[in-house]
DNA sequence: GCTGCCGTTGACGTTAACGTAAACTTGGCG
DNA sequence: CGCCAAGTTTACGTTAACGTCAACGGCAGC
């Protein structure tokens, strides 16, 4: 059994930048924030699988429109402070909050789905009906 | 049949703040990014029931994390200007981006609302673990 | 030893989306 | 008439989320 295992892999700030197409500052800006603590080699930071994994929640969090304190707490939702977890209940009702906002976005989502679809239709229509004037003329 | 009919109501600034919850200076600010150009009764915006239903693609779209530049060009994906209508193709190919950025998005959020009921289950069984542990004893 | 290249910190700049404040007009009413 | 409430414009302030230098350290290769 080598001591070269597969397990707990390890990552550079620019390997990191590179896989999610952003930024070494944006990286060092989320660590700042407090959403990212990596260890270091000197003055080098590492980045573990789990930081991967807390990077990848945060751009998730960005795409549906989270701030990065929201994002912040879905974090912590995931890796719960063992010793903190006399919050539990807190914890729950954010969870059931975030749920909440989350139903309205996907019903907002739907809805202009919906009409972006009616709004193609229409445009469509349009592009047919000059198509056959030219053609009929 | 009277004049009084139902039809073309209007509406001050701050009747629509007030249904909107949102102030009088958010509202003449999207005027002044062309997101709206209401009326005037000299100085004083008259708002029609279109302006209204602008102002609920707005709103929306702030809640799906839209910039007021994206809501400006769903706006006239519902209202083309008529003459303008040259430029439907180059819609019809908007539309179909901003579709592909709400499938996205759709996606994000379906994983996020599975990932935040795991959480809860999780949360939901410390709590329990918790309780077992305090009433045993 | 010099040159790149990657990494670091720190400071300042920038954009979007409003908030806040000042200073003014205008219609209604007691 | 005096005054208030609601409206207006103009201008500056604010916050979040980075971008953009500047100045520096370490090390790989020539």
């Avoid at 990596?38 to 573990?48: A, C, L, V």
């Avoid at 975030?98 to 996907?106: A, G, I, N, P, Y």
Wanted: hydrophobic share 35%.
């Amino acid at each position: 059994m080598s001591a070269t295992s597969t397990k707990s892999r390890t990552y550079s700030i620019s390997q990191l930048a590179e896989e999610f197409a952003i930024t070494t500052r944006t990286i060092r800006f989320y660590e700042e924030k407090g959403l990212l603590q990596p260890k270091r080699n000197g003055q080098t930071r590492i980045y573990s699988a789990a930081d991967r994994v807390k990077l990848i929640l945060i751009l998730r969090g960005k795409r549906l429109g989270l701030s990065l304190e929201e994002s912040k707490d879905i974090i912590e939702m995931y890796h719960p402070d063992q010793d903190n977890s006399h919050q539990l209940q807190t914890l729950i009702d954010k969870i059931r909050e975030k749920r909440e906002q989350l139903k309205t976005q996907l019903d907002d989502l739907r809805t202009m789905m919906r009409e972006l679809d009616e709004a193609e239709a229409r445009c469509a229509d349009a592009l047919t009906v000059m198509k056959n004037v030219t053609t009929s003329s």
